[in-house]
């Protein structure tokens, strides 16, 4: 990740942070290719504390499985990278972590593409009272800019998310 990326995430994570204090929401997160990161960029942000209910580190399909109840013959059909499977991840993790908002990632970091999904294809999911939704995207770069590119995305659905 670079110093402009890293400085990127931090002032969506503010962003986010203040917007769900102020509406008073909460968030939960449901990661697979970003392993975390989302979480920890929101986690470092001050104020965190009062919106951020926790997250879930799903990269295994067994874990999309298990913990956020994504659907096994979901996962069978299309794999783990695919918008159906990012917006089942979001709304698992809203409901495990009793949130009002879930956001999920999974994809495709590289070197080597997976399900059939070339390397940088990376999809967003995000999960609301008002219903799920998912967002294709698909990024260049290292694996971990790729990485990095996948949580500045999932940060900016969060961003949109609460302001609707």
């Known amino acids: 990740m670079t110093n402009l990326q890293h400085l990127s995430l931090h002032h969506l994570s ?9 509406l008073r929401q909460t968030v939960a997160t449901a990661e697979s290719l970003t392993a975390g990161m989302v979480s920890a960029v929101l986690a470092d942000t001050p104020g965190a ?4 209910q926790g997250g879930v580190v799903a990269y295994q399909n067994a874990a999309k ?23 089942a991840m979001a709304a698992g993790a809203r409901a495990a972590l009793g949130s009002d908002v879930g956001v999920a990632t999974t994809g495709v970091a ?3 593409a997976h399900d059939g999904k070339p390397v ?5 999911g995000i999960a609301t009272a008002a219903g799920t939704n998912s967002f294709e995207y698909l ?3 290292s694996r971990a800019e790729i990485r990095g590119q996948a949580c500045g ?10 302001a609707s």
């Open 153 to 162: 995305a999932a940060l900016e659905r969060l961003l949109e998310a609460l």
């Open 49 to 52: 504390s009062g919106m951020l």
């Open 65 to 87: 499985a298990n913990l956020l109840k994504v659907s096994a013959q979901l996962l069978a059909d299309v794999g783990s990278v695919d918008g159906d499977v990012a917006a």
């Open 110 to 112: 590289g070197p080597e």
């Open 14 to 22: 503010e962003q986010a942070v203040r917007k769900a204090l102020d």
């Open 120 to 124: 940088g294809t990376v999809y967003i």
């Open 139 to 141: 990024f260049s770069g």
